[in-house]
């Protein structure tokens, strides 16, 4: 009920067309509830029961006000009900994905650092889409089911209160109890098929990118018959769900006939009693036709637990806050210089740094190394604030650097990471990331200082040849070059470089590091690397060893 509460909020700008589904939902429920009462009082008044002879010009407009019924319930009432229904969904997964963007821009990178990209992928595309279930089939028709039930109560009532009493016993029964223990069955069941459905979609794309290796190596058979295992064991998850939907779907048929029988048997006892008129027949006719609100519910049962699940995780982002929030109301300084003074730094409860003091002055380069695991990364995105370091030990131009404004900082400061990620576009367009809007002569001039303008003029389409799939058509050199030249082209007057040349052959890490030092003038440079010769550029070197 929590998590359906917090859905149902994010309604809010479209609550007037919400309010229009259930309108026209319950109306053509009501409508199609009137088919089979009209045409049972027709016979009743034909055959002279509880009432006079119907005249002969009464049959035509009998038809006329079914055909007008029908119409208004299959047609009108029922696209209405759809269209508005399937917007607010529609509208609301735009919002949402919206929504989760900003809420990943806010937590990024530091909370995104341990998570699985493939389940962020699945909230982002599955999770979401399975929330359309939830605002198109679940939210409004549990309204409409309401009303239904409500005013069909309401109307037998009129004949006799045990009728009311069948009508909602009955509409409660399918409308709330059969989904509720379908739901509670089928939750370990949607979480099981989910799991096997992830990890299927894991193994089958990490076979697909390993296809050449497992050719070359003979292991694509075993590969086959392990994704056949998969394949029976997600299949039998879906059959358990199945044949559960099929016994909710007996039990409301069940259902269905039992409580017509019952409404039924109360009304010839009363009648029996001279209690009710023959015609009381009709409020048994009103109660078999009002289960269709009810029964679209039951039918949501089985599915119910994997849509709230989808739910809940998509709300657990939303709602999870930033490990180092944006700061907009700070400082806006010019650059000076950057340094740490006494930092101590854990992570996951396990020290990483302790008592690291390092000064990052203009027109210096100051190489840091290290064995792997020595923090060396670790110190450059704290001087990038993606996680929060301890008061009074990170500064820039004087100021802690969590009084800085995130936007200015990120202006002052160029990082080039381990791993540069290229978006699947050209090459050019790729640089252009480090500053939007650049000119194309400023683009070649950052290309050249990354030793990569020579390599692009060889192509065929230059600047504009296409990576590919995360840049699946350069080598790691190359990807890392661009990387660099992003890096160059942003301008910043701190440039944070961890590993620039771990991919580069020794000429391109020559002209590389000749670029570092012409550009050393007017900025400072944080530069890690394990590679002695990369280190050979640096002013002054800090060893980081045990922390």
């Not at 508005?84 to 997964?93: E, M, P, Q, S, V």
């Not at 003979?218 to 998969?230: F, I, L, P, T």
């Not at 709602?319 to 907009?328: A, F, G, I, K, L």
């Not at 020595?374 to 500064?395: D, E, H, I």
Request: net charge neutral; charged share 20%; hydrophobic share 50%.
């Amino acid at each position: 009920m929590k998590i359906m509460a917090k859905l149902i909020l994010l309604v809010g700008p479209l609550k007037g067309i919400l309010a229009l589904a259930v309108l026209l939902g319950a109306l053509g429920a009501l409508a199609a509830a009137a088919i089979p009462v009209l045409g049972a009082a027709a016979l009743l008044t034909a055959a002279g029961i509880g009432a006079t002879p119907a005249p002969p010009e009464w049959t035509p407009t009998v038809f006329v006000g079914l055909a007008f019924l029908a119409g208004l319930s299959r047609g009108v009432f029922r696209y209405g009900e759809q269209t508005a229904n399937h917007y607010i969904a529609f509208r609301l997964l735009a919002l949402i994905r919206e929504k989760l963007f900003a809420a990943l821009r806010r937590l990024c990178p530091a909370k995104l650092e341990g998570k699985e990209k493939g389940d962020l992928i699945a909230v982002l595309t599955s999770d979401i889409e399975l929330l359309e279930v939830f605002y198109a089939h679940t939210l409004s028709p549990a309204a409409i089911a309401l009303i239904m039930a409500a005013a069909v109560a309401g109307l037998v009532w009129i004949c006799h209160p045990l009728f009311a009493l069948i009508a909602l016993t009955a509409h409660i029964a399918l409308g709330a109890a059969l989904p509720a223990v379908a739901s509670r069955f089928a939750r370990e069941g949607q979480r099981r098929l989910r799991e096997e459905n992830g990890r299927f979609a894991a193994f089958y794309l990490d076979s697909l990118r390993g296809l050449p290796e497992l050719l070359q190596y003979g292991g694509a058979e075993a590969r086959k018959r392990e994704m056949g295992r998969r394949t029976d064991m997600a299949d039998a998850a879906r059959r358990r769900l199945n044949r559960l939907e099929s016994v909710t779907g007996a039990l409301a048929g069940l259902l269905v006939t039992a409580f017509t029988l019952l409404a039924l048997v109360a009304g010839c006892l009363l009648y029996g009693q001279g209690r009710i008129a023959a015609a009381a027949v009709l409020p048994v006719v009103l109660i078999f036709s009002s289960f269709g609100p009810a029964l679209a519910l039951t039918a949501l049962g089985s599915s119910l637990p994997g849509v709230l699940a989808a739910g809940r995780r998509v709300l657990a982002i939303l709602e999870e806050e930033p490990e180092t929030p944006e700061v907009t109301n700070g400082e806006s300084p010019d650059f000076s210089g950057a340094e740490s003074r006494n930092l101590s730094f854990s992570y996951g409860g396990e020290e990483v740094l302790r008592d690291i003091s390092i000064s990052l002055e203009k027109g210096v380069i100051t190489g840091i190394t290290g064995r792997s695991g020595s923090g060396k990364s670790t110190f450059l995105k704290l001087l990038m604030r993606f996680w929060q370091p301890p008061a009074n030990t990170v500064f820039i131009s004087g100021a802690e650097i969590d009084h800085i404004n995130t936007g200015r900082l990120r202006e002052l400061e160029s990082f080039m990471t381990q791993e540069t990620y290229l978006f699947h576009s050209t090459i050019g367009e790729n640089i252009l990331i480090g500053r939007p809007g650049a000119s194309r002569a400023d683009m070649i001039a950052a290309a050249k200082k990354a030793a990569l303008h020579d390599f692009v003029l060889s192509l065929p389409e230059g600047y504009d040849t296409p990576v590919g799939e995360m840049g699946c058509t350069l080598s790691s050199g190359e990807r890392q070059r661009v990387g660099l030249a992003r890096a160059f082209l942003h301008d910043a007057p701190l440039l944070l470089l961890d590993e620039p040349t771990s991919n580069l052959d020794s000429l391109n890490e020559g002209v590389i590091l000749k670029a570092l030092r012409e550009e050393k003038s007017g900025r400072a440079v944080a530069l890690v690397s394990h590679r002695p010769s990369t280190m050979g550029v640096a002013d002054t070197v800090y060893l980081l060893g045990n922390g």
